[in-house]
């Protein structure tokens, strides 16, 4: 069985977590290991990636700070100005406005397959950085002073940190024999990208129905990305309906609020479910992204908190080397892993408890909620509150 010299971090998955953790932990200087099962395919920008996140300003900050977020931005990227969220079945609308909130916009639109692409690159040019890919974890065994990896290669890592980045059926997260508190919404996300009538404005719009939130994120073309909650059933319904009654169906739904839908894209729906790791940290391997959580899309947050996870790590990193202390030591890790803990569930529980409340019919909801928006709406400081809670702010 083959060996390499001992890192200070090995990450397991190169999605946009475990890559930008990567290329954080590398800047701070240590070496790195970062195995990968399949090397990511190249961005095309004539081929879309349907599945696209509302990046939030901090992760925006956190890529720039890498030397990454050029390269997204020069390549594809939608800046949103506005956000308006009202309800189906009640009067009342939240509006959030960049020039009220002081701001050049509230975030991005970014395709998922464009981050992956331009990190790989990144990760693949920094020296600190040694790549195993195609490659898969095997087995992991841990000790008082680090980790030993065993790779299908044959190939033996050893490390002082392990990070499993490696998504919603972490093989990391299954190793170390962490439980997971899990919720199956019975819900899909069916995601498209579609033309209409008038211009999306540079605004993020969402609509609450009974069935689930309607959402149309900006794109760069002039079109939007849609993200439709519905129910299983009624999701396979709706892809099998042909171009023409889906466009109607669906401007039926968002109100036509852009005018009639003209034009939608190839269609695929997947599968909503909440997914909690109880635990984040087990001695000296560490759950991130994906792994640790997975949250209902509702407010596209779920890369953002992923990647305030790695803020977190490399900012407890930072405090440790500006100190000479151990990054290691189990009270660090802990802290860090105590706080990621805590507020990856308190979002998790407010984007389920939001969808329950806005996604039903009920007579005592629906007379409640549309006078919340209103207020919020009229409120600019609660406003703002809500949207620096979003934008990581």
Request: glycine share 8%; hydrophobic share 45%.
């Amino acid at each position: 069985m083959s060996r390499r010299e001992p890192c200070d971090v090995a990450i397991v998955g190169a999605g946009v977590v475990g890559s930008t953790a990567a290329l954080a932990l590398a800047r701070r200087g240590l070496r790195v290991a970062i195995v990968e099962a399949h090397p990511p395919a190249t961005w095309l920008a004539e081929a879309p990636d349907l599945r696209v996140y509302a990046f939030a300003p901090d992760a925006q900050a956190l890529l720039a700070s890498l030397g990454v977020w050029a390269a997204v931005a020069a390549a594809r990227v939608q800046p949103y100005r506005r956000m308006r969220v009202w309800d189906a079945a009640a009067a009342g609308e939240m509006t959030f406005d960049a020039d009220a909130l002081g701001r050049d916009c509230l975030g991005h639109i970014v395709e998922h397959a464009l981050l992956v692409d331009r990190l790989w690159a990144a990760v693949g040019r920094a020296p600190a950085i040694e790549r195993y890919c195609p490659d898969k974890l095997r087995e992991l065994d841990q000790d008082e002073t680090g980790t030993s990896l065993v790779l299908d290669s044959g190939l033996r890592l050893r490390a002082r940190l392990v990070l499993g980045a490696d998504g919603a059926a972490s093989r990391v997260r299954q190793l170390l024999g962490l439980s997971t508190d899990e919720h199956d919404y019975g819900q899909r996300g069916l995601v498209a990208y579609v033309r209409t009538e008038r211009p999306h404005e540079d605004t993020c719009w969402q609509r609450f129905l009974p069935g689930g939130p309607l959402a149309f994120l900006p794109c760069s073309d002039g079109r939007s990305s849609i993200v439709w909650t519905v129910a299983d059933v009624e999701a396979q319904r709706l892809l099998a309906l042909d171009e023409q009654r889906f466009c109607a169906e669906l401007t039926r739904a968002f109100d036509a609020r852009l005018g009639e839908v003209t034009e939608v894209s190839e269609r695929q729906a997947f599968p909503l479910r909440r997914k909690l790791a109880r635990e984040m940290l087990s001695g000296r391997v560490a759950l991130i992204g994906d792994a640790a959580h997975v949250v209902h899309p509702l407010a596209g947050q779920g890369v953002n908190l992923g990647l305030r996870d790695v803020a977190a790590l490399d900012a407890m990193v930072g405090d440790a080397q500006a100190t000479g202390r151990d990054f290691t030591a189990a009270h660090r890790l802990q802290r860090w892993a105590r706080a990621r803990l805590s507020e990856n569930a308190v979002a998790a529980y407010s984007f389920e408890t939001i969808n329950r409340v806005f996604s039903n019919d009920a007579l005592l909801p629906t007379l409640i909620r549309g006078p919340l928006l209103g207020l919020a709406g009229k409120f600019p400081p609660l406003a703002q509150f809500f949207w620096k809670r979003a934008a990581g702010l």
